[in-house]
């Protein structure tokens, strides 16, 4: 166990979960009650946007390998970014600081080379702690990368728990800036893995084409063709046929086979690259799922949810349908996750990351003695 202090026992407790992780939208935040295990109650949640200048500086670190002063200055400002959202969203709950006890902060990925034994998520615990008086649980995939893991993905225990009562086999698809599974079998089984590109892709070249963060609803892939040919060439890649566990980072696909297209069959032709690159897991799942329940801003594009459910050929639903905020899922189960680390629970396991063994991961900051 990578955690310090002494583990937590027992009771539910409220945390907080913060997400940036792979997409440069904005920070989640959200506030759970639970005990790590079967108790999930949602008690408020906010989505913040970066702001262009941090967006920007966020963009420009993307594969940074070393620390420079630009780096650690944004690292600071982001972290404060991160206080500045805990404190308001529990003012405008309600909830007092001290009631709060802990808060789950993965930071922003800037860097993930797991075969390497290294990632980068970009945030600093302490002064978070110092921030907010609140502990802090952070660098939650370091320990398992260390390990041999892949760090990712992290939210299969919460997806688990989510989906308790459905009907299995079960698959949740977090499309996030990468797209990653959760397969939950009938004995509570896990298999998860990055299935590949998720909306980085489509919002780089809405970016760059036409000056805008993502394609809304989709319209400008609707209003294109898929390129087939190029759609091949993307597919033609040796990720898709390793087996599992395996993680992506944002930048292991470009888009620059598409530059030739018109902007807006170089949109549908990303969109169809990630719906079909979700397709090509379906080998990897030990059984096809009964059901495809999505999370992560990719559920809001229905050009990209209808391709999923043409080519997975089985009913492909946000996660609403099962009653959960599809927007802050993630955060959710960083505020999950954060109370098992306190509670010394693994976080990773050999089936979700390629860990040696279940994992409790994350590092503890705390304002105690």
């Not at 800037?110 to 970009?122: C, F, G, K, N, V």
């Not at 993905?153 to 009562?165: C, G, Q, R, T």
């Not at 999950?336 to 063994?357: C, E, H, K, Q």
Request: hydrophobic share 45%; aromatic share 6%.
């Amino acid at each position: 166990m990578t955690s310090t202090g002494t583990p937590d026992t027992g009771a539910a407790m409220l945390a907080v979960g913060l997400m940036s992780g792979t997409s440069l939208d904005g920070i989640d935040a959200a506030v759970v009650e639970t005990d790590g295990e079967g108790h999930i109650r949602p008690r408020g949640a906010v989505t913040v946007p970066y702001d262009e200048a941090l967006r920007d500086r966020l963009r420009r670190a993307l594969g940074s390998e070393s620390r420079d002063p630009a780096i650690d200055a944004l690292e600071r400002d982001l972290t404060l970014a991160h206080a500045r959202i805990v404190l308001d969203l529990l003012g405008r709950e309600g909830i007092p600081a001290e009631r709060v006890g802990v808060v789950g902060f993965h930071g922003h990925t800037i860097l993930h080379r797991p075969e390497r034994r290294w990632t980068w998520q970009l945030g600093d615990g302490s002064l978070l702690v110092r921030e907010t008086g609140i502990a802090v649980v952070a660098d939650f995939r370091g320990a398992d990368v260390a390990a041999g893991g892949q760090g990712a993905p992290l939210a299969p225990a919460f997806h688990a728990a989510l989906a308790s009562s459905l009907a299995k086999p079960v698959a949740m698809l977090n499309i996030g800036g990468v797209a990653n599974v959760t397969w939950i079998g009938p004995a509570g089984d896990l298999v998860a893995f990055d299935t590949g590109p998720g909306n980085a892709l489509i919002d780089d070249w809405m970016l760059r084409r036409r000056g805008v963060a993502v394609d809304r609803d989709g319209r400008l892939a609707a209003s294109g063709r898929v390129d087939e040919g190029i759609l091949a060439a993307l597919l033609d890649n040796p990720y898709f046929e390793a087996p599992p566990p395996k993680s992506l980072d944002r930048g292991d696909f470009d888009s620059s086979t598409v530059e030739g297209l018109s902007d807006a069959d170089g949109a549908a032709t990303l969109t169809a690259f990630t719906a079909a690159a979700v397709e090509r897991a379906l080998p990897h799942l030990p059984a096809a799922p009964r059901r495809w329940i999505v999370c992560g801003g990719g559920r809001h594009n229905p050009v990209l949810m209808r391709m999923l459910a043409a080519r997975l050929g089985t009913p492909v639903e946000p996660v609403e349908a099962i009653g959960w905020d599809g927007d802050m899922i993630e955060a959710q189960a960083f505020a999950y996750l954060a109370v098992r680390s306190r509670r010394g629970l693994p976080i990773s396991w050999p089936g979700t990351t390629g860990a040696p063994s279940p994992l409790c991961g994350g590092r503890l900051f705390s304002n105690r003695p």
